[in-house]
């Protein structure tokens, strides 16, 4: 056989082998395309059960159904999750959803609900992370205290309100309004209409000061209090309401 006639044999059976293999590339996309034709019917795996857990205090149930009738669509292959979270996304208080497939025909929902922490005055309502998350406020006025608190600073402020939340409930009283400014200088005004000075360092320590205080001597003087500075090293001042 002359070189010829092997490079001719040796280009037919490359030939022969790629025809072979297409071949059977075209066989192997014919039964996937077959397989997902069929699996995307509804009727094939349809989901019958669809469960939603969580906490709710604010989201109703009725909304809920409304979401799950109207946006879960598809079988238990062609469910699209992505399109669960964007509907359930757009209630305001749906802070975290988790999707889960549950073979063979089941749909878990899991949902986190934005707890609210405060209102932010002229902004909306503030969850424990420092974000607002609705501008309706309406059903929490009296309910939260307000912040005036400087763009950026949201999620500080949080941290430091519930700290002294925290300490002052041994007090029995509670922060109704809280500013924390550019400076990060804060001012808390309490629920037994005392307003204090609390600066921008050493707060906690200052404001454990001012509780010792106040079980001592000035609980039983709070109406005659207009206001006390705790901006001091070793002390603080107060300011008594005119006679």
């Known amino acids: 056989m002359t070189a010829t006639q092997k490079n001719v044999s040796a280009e037919n059976d490359f030939l022969r082998k790629f025809f072979v293999n297409f071949l059977w590339f075209l066989v192997f996309c014919g039964s996937i395309f077959g397989v997902y034709k069929i699996i995307s019917q509804e009727n094939v795996l349809p989901i019958k ?11 109703a ?9 109207n946006g ?7 469910l699209s999750v992505d399109a669960i979270y964007k509907k359930f996304y757009a209630l305001p208080w749906v802070e975290r959803i988790w999707v889960h497939r549950v073979w063979p025909d089941k749909i878990n929902i899991e949902i986190r609900e934005h707890k609210p922490v405060a209102i ?13 998350f609705t501008t309706d406020t309406t059903r929490f006025v ?4 307000v912040f005036f608190v400087a763009n950026e600073y949201e999620q500080e402020a949080i941290k430091a309100y519930e700290v002294y939340n925290g300490m002052l409930s041994q007090l029995d009283v509670t922060i109704s309004e809280f500013v924390f400014d550019r400076r990060k200088s804060q001012t808390l005004f309490l629920s037994n209409s ?9 707060t906690e320590t200052r404001l454990e000061r001012f509780i010792k205080a106040y079980k001592l001597t000035l609980a039983e003087k709070t109406k005659k209090i207009e206001g006390i500075d705790l901006r001091y090293t070793n002390g603080f001042a107060v300011k008594w309401k005119s006679a």
């Open 120 to 132: 932010l005055k002229d902004k909306g309502l503030l969850n424990d992370k420092g974000k607002v």
């Open 61 to 69: 149930a009725q909304e809920l159904h409304s979401l799950v009738v």
């Open 142 to 145: 009296n309910a939260l205290p």
């Open 49 to 59: 059960e669809i469960s939603i857990s969580g906490e709710f205090n604010q989201i």
């Open 72 to 78: 879960v669509t598809g079988n238990f292959f062609t």
């Open 194 to 202: 005392l307003k204090i000075k609390l600066g921008r360092s050493q």
